[in-house]
């Protein structure tokens, strides 16, 4: 049986602990399993997580259904895998009313339920009639000046603005959603911090330069702010005597905003950082190796609150793991997950989408590139995408000096087989060997000695992808293929140019495509690009 799948039909009755758990969730934005020091990542530092790692459990192998923001959020938000939440599985679609969420259960069970930062998005909540994010009430009224790349929302002051509206002896539930370590970095800042080049940990599929390296420094300090806020808000809880009794979880959306990370189901793309502590009721110094999704959590947070969990609910509980003392293996049928990527950006011709299935297993990887026709990071063209510049979908930055515009400069060099990696076309088929291949650059899926492990891969993902109702396997591409995409300038529908392209004249537009076209013709050799790549165009890897 495959481990989302959840075996009742109805409502699971559950009984409820003699005090409900207060529930506090950190989710990061676009940080990798790996960026926290408590997995022994020497470039950064995040004592407050790694305090929470110490008193609880850490998870080796968890995973974003989705590697891109909304989709990934609305899985955590409903316990259902992407493809079961309609066009909530797509970037910049709406959410669609009949979609439950932990967060309204939990209100209505008497939780004082709240959020700051980033909810559930991007996308258009309003549009089937909620009254607030699907995350919960907003508390962002509370504002700090910050450091170059860093929101403005004061998350930690407006946690307890959040508190001290709590109904007395109300448990309560805070969505901490970080706009960290989204792109739009402060340039330089990691270094200005005191961190160290040579502590940068450069993936094998990237140049390793100077730049690349300052780049990564600039997002680990991105992540050290937000493991500050989570510090303030646990001092909170501690001068309240409430820590004891609040289940503090700690994660993020998707992976890094690197080049084949984030909105790709390689590892470095899907898998996230995921501790959980409550002390009053889960044994600590514990790192578990179960594979869990984030739709795992909202069944989590129900069945600790003592809330029925809807028969809609089809990830489960992670509550018996947690409690049961173990590290490890704990649940033996837990050695696997299947994620999915639909729409990310708007990066394709007609805004098309690159849809994508994978099955993760301890030794193996195998991804299903389900229109191989197409660019999975977005088109080369600059008009199919929607910033007006190539590979939409992979996040670049405001700088020029940022890991996806040294990649794209490699194109046509001795280093074209890392542009490669990061943005070329690839086979409907693709299998790593995980023992020998950790960082997924050997695609293994078209020899001898693998065919049985692909054949059996591929159909236990297609069988579960059948058995749950995904729309690509039930004869229902429409839900994803005419999902509605919101901009902040109005709606586009597929088949047209998104709202923010399209509100542009055809005169302006031409412009703004030649000069697209311009800047990227000529930027390898426009003065703009470092020396340290310069350098690398000029020998082999």
């Avoid at 549009?127 to 929302?153: T, W």
């Avoid at 046509?412 to 960082?439: C, I, K, T």
Wanted: with cysteine.
């Amino acid at each position: 049986m495959l481990l989302s799948v959840l075996l009742a039909s109805a409502v699971l009755p559950v009984s409820a602990p003699t005090e409900r758990p207060n529930i506090l969730l950190v989710v990061m934005d676009d940080v990798s399993w790996r960026h926290v020091s408590a997995t022994g990542c020497r470039a950064v530092s995040t004592p407050a997580m790694d305090r929470m790692a110490k008193n609880g459990v850490r998870f080796e192998f968890a995973f974003c259904p989705a590697p891109a923001c909304a989709p990934s959020r609305a899985s955590l938000l409903t316990g259902r895998a992407p493809w079961q939440n309609g066009e909530a599985a797509c970037h910049f679609a709406g959410f669609p009313k009949e979609l439950v969420t932990y967060p309204h259960l939990l209100a209505n069970a008497g939780y004082h339920v709240g959020m700051t930062g980033k909810g559930w998005g991007p996308g258009d909540w309003k549009e089937s009639g909620r009254p607030h994010n699907p995350a919960g009430p907003a508390f962002d009224d509370q504002k700090l000046v910050p450091p170059p790349g860093i929101s403005s929302n004061d998350y930690s002051g407006n946690f307890a603005s959040f508190l001290a509206r709590r109904p007395k002896d109300a448990p309560f539930c805070f969505w901490f959603g970080a706009n960290e370590a989204h792109r739009g970095f402060g340039p330089g800042r990691g270094s200005t911090e005191g961190k160290k080049l040579a502590d940068a940990e450069v993936l094998p599929y990237w140049p390793d330069t100077d730049d690349i390296r300052s780049d990564l420094l600039d997002y680990y300090a991105e992540i050290e702010w937000v493991d500050r806020q989570l510090g303030l808000m646990l001092q909170q809880l501690e001068r309240a005597s409430m820590l004891e009794n609040t289940l503090v979880v700690i994660t993020a959306d998707n992976g890094m905003p690197f080049p084949r990370c984030k909105s790709n189901l390689y590892d470095y793309g899907a898998r996230v950082p995921l501790v959980i502590a409550w002390p009053k009721r889960i044994p600590g110094k514990r790192v578990v190796t179960d594979f869990t999704t984030l739709a795992d959590l909202a069944p989590t947070f129900l069945e600790a609150a003592g809330a029925p969990v809807p028969s809609s609910v089809t990830a489960r509980s992670l509550l018996p793991l947690l409690t049961s003392g173990k590290s490890g293996r704990v649940e033996k049928p837990r050695n696997h997950v299947v994620l999915a990527k639909e729409q990310h950006a708007w990066c394709q011709p007609q805004g098309q989408i690159a849809a994508m299935r994978a099955i993760r297993t301890d030794k193996h990887l195998f991804i299903l590139n389900l229109r191989p026709n197409l660019w999975p990071n977005g088109d080369p063209d600059p008009q199919h995408n929607w910033n007006l510049e190539p590979f939409g979908d992979v996040d670049g930055g405001s700088e020029r000096r940022t890991a996806k515009y040294l990649l794209m400069a490699l194109r046509n060099g001795p280093q074209h087989r890392l542009w490669e990696l990061s943005f070329a076309r690839r086979p409907a088929e693709v299998l790593y060997d995980l023992e020998r291949d950790p960082f997924q650059i050997e695609n293994v899926a078209a020899k001898q000695e693998y065919a049985d492990v692909r054949k059996e891969l591929r159909g236990q993902l297609e069988s579960h992808l059948k058995e749950t109702g995904d729309p690509r396997y039930n004869g229902r591409p429409e839900v994803f293929d005419r999902a509605p995409y919101y901009t902040s300038h109005g709606l586009a529908t597929a088949g047209l140019p998104p709202a923010k392209f399209g509100a542009l004249t055809p005169q302006e537009r031409e412009r703004a495509l030649l000069a697209a076209r311009q800047r990227i013709a000529e930027w390898p050799a426009n003065g703009d690009l470092p020396k340290s790549i310069a350098d690398l165009l000029a020998k082999p890897r």
